[in-house]
């Protein structure tokens, strides 16, 4: 077995880990990982985003989602470099991709996102729902 990735649900997936454990060749690379973030929570983030996208700018330039997404990974302390592209024509952003943060780390994510859009103006549609509940 090249590769094997199991989410421990219960007794039977802990006793199948530790059975591959006993078994792997030595040089063999062991990780574990925290629960992933949540679709629920993905979702708010992409929310978020382009609430910050539509309403405010950056060193007086206006950015994607995808750009605000960059500059929030790189405030929470994520890796983040730019590398020129092929043709040197532009940078790209190269780092840590949401969808491998935990359940925990995303939710740490979500809360500067809130702070930050606090101090900065800010309005984000889903708390305008939350309010009108």
């Not at 530790?18 to 990780?31: D, S, V």
């Not at 840590?96 to 943060?101: A, T, Y």
Request: glycine residues 4%; hydrophobic residues 40%.
């Amino acid at each position: 077995m090249s590769r094997a990735l199991i989410t421990i649900h219960g007794k039977a997936d802990r006793e199948r880990a530790a059975k591959w454990c006993h078994q792997a060749p030595p040089e063999t690379r062991i990780e574990f990982k925290a629960a992933k973030r949540t679709l629920e929570q993905n979702s708010r983030m992409w929310a978020m985003l382009t609430d910050v996208a539509t309403q405010k700018q950056h060193a007086g330039r206006k950015y994607t989602p995808d750009q605000w997404k960059v500059l929030f990974m790189h405030a929470c302390g994520r890796e983040v470099q730019f590398i020129p592209s092929l043709d040197n024509s532009t940078f790209i952003p190269w780092g840590q991709s949401s969808s491998d943060l935990s359940k925990q780390e995303m939710s740490a994510l979500i809360e500067f996102m809130f702070a930050w859009g606090a101090e900065n103006g800010v309005v984000f549609h889903d708390q305008e729902v939350e309010q009108a509940a």
